[in-house]
C-alpha cells in the first residue's frame, strides 16, 4: 500500500510502543516521516530500521514536547526539510501512578504539558503550513480514561485526557472549512511499557471487561491512526475512536 506516498507525518513519542507502530505503519505506507521523542537512543536506532525497509524520508529529531521551544524548532525543521506537514499524530504521554496526595504541582504541571499543552504547541506550528494547502490530518491519541476517568490513581493524566476530547472536538470546528480533520482515538489497555507499570492483576482486570479477551496491541492503534490521516477520510472529524478491545462502550 502506498496511501500516504508524498506527505509528510509527524509522530510524537515515537521512540516506543503507540508511537513506534504509528511511525512504522505510516512509513510502510510510504509517508516522509519526522519523529521525535526524548529517548534519542531508540530513536535513532528505530530510524536507521525505517530508513532501510521505508521509501520515503525519516527525520528523527529528540524533542522535549514540555519546552515550546523546541517543539517549534523541530517544526520549522520539517517544514524546511520537506516543504509540507500533512499529518500531525499527538502520541507522546507519560502517566505517573500516584494518588492525589503524593502529586506534586511540579508533577501535575509536567503531565498537563507532555499530555496536553504541547498537543496545543505542536498544532499552533503546523496549522499554518497546512492552511496554506488546504489540507491536513491532526490525531491526538487520548485515553480510556478521558472518558471514564480512570481506573488507576492518575489524576493528572485523566484529567489531561479528558482536556485532550475537548480540544479536539474546538480545534475541528476552528479548521475545518480548510480541508483539515481533527480527531482523537480512546485507546483501551494496550500492551507497552506505560500498561507494563501497572500490576498484571489491574490488567487482567482490563482482559476480563474487554469483548475480545486481551490487551490492545500498538499496532491496532496504528492501524486507527491510518484511516483517520488517509486522505479519504475527509468527512471524519470531532470524531472519538475507541480502540479498546470493547471495554467502554459509548
Ligand atoms: N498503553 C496504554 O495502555 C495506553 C492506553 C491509553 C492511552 N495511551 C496513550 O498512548 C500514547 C502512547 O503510549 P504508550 O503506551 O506507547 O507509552 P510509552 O510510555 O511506551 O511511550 C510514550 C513515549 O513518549 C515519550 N515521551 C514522554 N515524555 C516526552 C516528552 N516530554 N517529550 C518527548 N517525548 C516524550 C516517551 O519517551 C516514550 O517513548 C500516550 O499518549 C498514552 O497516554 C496508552
Redesign the pocket.
Known amino acids: 500500500m502506498g496511501d500516504f506516498v508524498g506527505q509528510t507525518a509527524i509522530v ?8 513506534r507502530a504509528i511511525a512504522a505503519e505510516l512509513a510502510s505506507q510510504g509517508a516522509n516521516l519526522a519523529i ?4 534519542s537512543e ?1 530513536l535513532t536506532a528505530f530510524a536507521q530500521e525505517l530508513a532501510a525497509s521505508a521509501s520515503g524520508q525519516i527525520l528523527a529529531r529528540r ?4 519546552r515550546a521551544q523546541e517543539i517549534s524548532d523541530f517544526v520549522r525543521e520539517v517544514e524546511e526539510r520537506f516543504a509540507r506537514i500533512d499529518i500531525l499524530v499527538n ?5 505517573p501512578l500516584h494518588a492525589i496526595e503524593e502529586i506534586s504541582d511540579e508533577e501535575w504541571d509536567l503531565v498537563l504539558a ?2 496536553l499543552k ?1 498537543h496545543f504547541h505542536l498544532c499552533k506550528a503546523v496549522l499554518p503550513a497546512m492552511r496554506r494547502r488546504r489540507y491536513g490530518r491532526i490525531i491526538n ?5 478521558g472518558k471514564n476517568g480512570g481506573t488507576i490513581a492518575a489524576l493528572h ?1 485523566s484529567a489531561s ?1 479528558g482536556g485532550v476530547l475537548a480540544f479536539t472536538r474546538n480545534l475541528a470546528q476552528q479548521v475545518g472549512s480548510d480541508g483539515i480533520t481533527v480527531n482523537a482515538i ?10 507494563g507499570s501497572v500490576t498484571p492483576e489491574e490488567n487482567q482486570r482490563f482482559i476480563d471487561k474487554s469483548i475480545v479477551k486481551r490487551l ?1 496491541t ?1 499496532e491496532d ?1 496504528a492501524f486507527a491512526v491510518a484511516y483517520l490521516a488517509h486522505p479519504r477520510a475527509s468527512f471524519v472529524t470531532a470524531e472519538t475512536m475507541n480502540v479498546n478491545g470493547g471495554t467502554l462502550r459509548d
Open positions: 510524537t513519542g515515537a521512540a516506543q510502543g503507540i508511537g521525535c521523542d526524548l529517548r531508540k524533542v522535549d514536547l514540555s502520541n507522546a504521554g507519560i502517566h507532555v499530555n504541547a491519541i487520548s485515553s480510556e480514561a493524566y485526557k480512546c485507546p483501551g489497555r494496550i500492551a507497552s511499557e506505560m500498561s490492545g500498538p492503534i
